[in-house]
């Protein structure tokens, strides 16, 4: 959906709407949706200070692989967001700009209006964490054999060895 600024000079964009899976390319080979993304909202044009306001709900489920193990993850995404938006030409061109409390969290737009996916892909990738587990006990893989140690154990042992202590460790055995 396209969030024009000439329609939202007339009356506020209100949207409920429904992605499938496939519809909004997340960017990463491994991050797929599994449900239905559903999104409320309104975006609505502050003519005073020249900006958009985009604010609403946002709920899906996603799977990507689990950091330790490889397995599917289960992901959930259920956040309420508020942004705001400028023209892309509203700030200088070059330099260094002080920024006001606030300002950080504007993003910028060009032409007539915004892209309300890219807004909805941004949102996603936000809100997901940063290490991606299938559950919070996983032991992951073996560093060795590669086997899955929550299907099986191994007899393979790993001992790190930096070389750089060896003369301390030489030093402690004697």
Not at 136 to 155: E, F, I, K, M, Y
């Amino acid at each position: 959906m396209f969030l024009n600024i000439r329609d939202m000079e007339v009356r506020p964009l209100v949207f409920d709407l429904s992605y499938s899976p496939g519809e909004i390319d997340f960017l990463d080979e491994g991050l797929s949706q599994t449900g239905d993304l559903r999104v409320e909202g309104r975006a609505d044009w502050l003519g005073s200070v020249e900006e958009v306001r985009v604010r609403g709900w946002i709920r899906v489920d996603m799977s990507g692989p689990c950091e330790r193990c490889l397995e599917a993850a289960p992901l959930q995404v259920d956040r309420k967001f508020d942004l705001f938006y400028r023209p892309a030409g509203s700030t200088p061109e070059a330099g260094e700009v002080a920024l006001k409390e606030g300002e950080v969290e504007i993003g910028f737009y060009e032409g007539d209006g915004l892209d309300l996916t890219e807004i909805l892909r941004e949102q996603v990738l936000l809100a997901l964490p940063m290490q991606r587990l299938c559950r919070t006990d996983c032991r992951g893989l073996c560093p060795v054999c590669g086997a899955d140690r929550n299907r099986q154990s191994c007899s393979c042992v790993t001992e790190i060895a930096d070389e750089r202590w060896a003369a301390l460790r030489d030093f402690a055995a004697r």
